[in-house]
């Protein structure tokens, strides 16, 4: 599986972006996704997840409320609507992609087999 990752961009505090991730391959229904993302200086860290068919969802608790993970198994892409953005928020960030099924999204994802290069999301104050 190839993770193509884009939509990020600069944006002012109050906005919002939209992240998209297309794949590659004909079992991307399959795959748990995911997104995460890595602040300038920091260790990289989970954003949401979901499930194969999209009727589960899992978030940090610094994005919920404002971020929005979706999945379209027929188009093999995945989002991220990211609203109410702030500053803290100004990070690169990664689609991730796990073969398999986990009741624990966030935990199973973080173990991905394959991830996406990042796209650049930056939050002016």
């Known amino acids: 599986v190839q993770l193509q990752a884009s939509g990020g961009g600069l944006v002012q505090a109050g906005g919002s972006l939209r992240l998209s991730c297309a794949a590659s391959g004909r079992t991307f229904s399959k795959y748990i996704m995911g997104w995460f993302r890595q602040p300038p200086g920091k260790e990289r860290e989970f954003v949401a997840a979901i499930s194969w068919s999209g009727g589960r969802t899992e978030y940090a608790d610094s994005v919920k409320g404002r971020f929005t993970i979706s999945r379209d198994n027929d188009k093999n892409t995945v989002s991220l609507q990211m609203n109410s953005l702030k500053p803290e928020d100004t990070a690169d960030y990664y689609c991730?992609?796990?073969?398999?099924?986990?009741?624990?999204?966030?935990?199973?994802?973080?173990?991905?087999?394959?991830w996406g290069q990042g796209t650049q999301v930056t939050v002016s104050s």
């Open positions: 991730a992609a796990r073969w398999g099924y986990s009741t624990t999204l966030s935990d199973y994802i973080k173990r991905a087999d394959y």
